[in-house]
């Protein structure tokens, strides 16, 4: 099955500055690949997804790249804020109505 | 994307017992997803829960232990049953976005300490 790994487990940014969040994957047929924010105490949130027909996305301050040769994806938040600070998770899946596999997590600290 | 209830919210059980997790859509949707969450840990996928057919499990996870009713489009409940401390964990529904889309949308989740 697929195998999703997430790094860093924690990272800790000044607020105004990126923050960067790597995952690979293991299964060459995953074809949709989203990212979760968790803050505390609540459920999962999407903020941004991309499939596998597409390299780049950017939505405001966040952006996602997918290298699918070396199955790498990555999350990078730009201007990073306090409100950023949370936990967050890769995934990836088959798509549609399919089984989604999390990452490890990162939890993002930004420091005021 | 859909409004996504679940209750409770939290609960302390004793050893032994059972509990029923009950999940609440505003909008029929498909499939409905259950997702495991230890303490400071991933999310495991339990289950998938289609309507009008028996649940899928995924290994690890066996119906006696977590059996599931989706009786229409826009409710599914899980039950997590003869708890043990080990089943202390937030338990998540999700569902998909809708049709042609990949997505899905989590509940606020359901804290449970059993103890």
């Known amino acids: 099955g697929e195998n999703v790994e997430q790094h860093p487990s924690t990272l800790s940014v000044q607020e105004g500055d990126s923050a960067v969040i790597k995952c690979t994957y293991s299964d060459s047929a995953s074809n949709y690949f989203p990212w979760y924010k968790q803050e505390l105490g609540k459920g999962p949130q999407l903020i941004i997804d991309i499939r596998s027909n597409v390299g780049e996305k950017k939505d405001q301050r966040i952006a996602v790249t997918l290298n699918k040769t070396a199955k790498h994806f990555s999350l990078h938040i730009t201007e990073t804020q306090p409100e950023d600070s949370a936990v967050y998770f890769c995934a990836a899946s088959f798509g549609g109505y399919q089984k989604v596999t999390f990452g490890t997590g990162t939890k993002l600290q930004v420091i005021p | 994307s859909a409004v996504i209830s679940q209750k409770p919210s939290r609960d302390i059980c004793q050893r032994g017992t059972s509990l029923t997790i009950q999940c609440q859509v505003d909008?029929?949707?498909?499939?409905m997803f259950w997702y495991r969450q230890q303490p400071g840990q991933s999310l495991t996928l339990i289950a998938t829960a289609n309507q009008g057919s028996e649940a899928t499990y995924e290994s690890g996870f066996v119906i006696d232990k977590f059996p599931i009713s989706r009786p229409n489009l826009t409710f599914s409940t899980l039950t997590v049953s003869n708890m043990s401390p080990e089943d202390s964990s937030i338990y998540l529904c999700?569902?998909?976005?809708?049709?042609?889309?990949?997505?899905?949308?989590f509940g606020p989740g359901t804290r449970l300490t059993v103890t």
């Open positions: 909008s029929q949707v498909t499939m």
């Open positions: 999700s569902v998909e976005g809708g049709s042609g889309t990949y997505e899905q949308y």
